[in-house]
């Protein structure tokens, strides 16, 4: 997909700041952490398709708007 320059700088930035474990990083801390919330942005298709157990689905088109109102302790690891 051919994607505009502003587009890629907006996701470069994120990667800078974003940390990308494995899944077996994510089981570990989730075990460590029983608070943390295991979050699935994906698209309501795919969810219904199959997610993870226990993930909570907050959409990529509404992560932003909704996430501080479902988590909005700034401590709850996601």
Request: charged share 30%.
């Amino acid at each position: 997909m051919d994607h505009s320059p502003g587009f890629l700088a907006l996701v470069n930035d994120a990667k800078r700041r974003v940390t990308e474990i494995t899944v077996a990083e994510a089981r570990a801390r989730l075990t460590q952490n029983p608070k943390a919330v295991l979050l699935d942005v994906c698209e309501d298709y795919d969810w219904n398709a199959g997610h993870a157990t226990d993930a909570v689905h907050l959409g990529k088109g509404i992560l932003e708007r909704h996430l501080e109102k479902h988590y909005p302790a700034k401590t709850v690891e996601l």
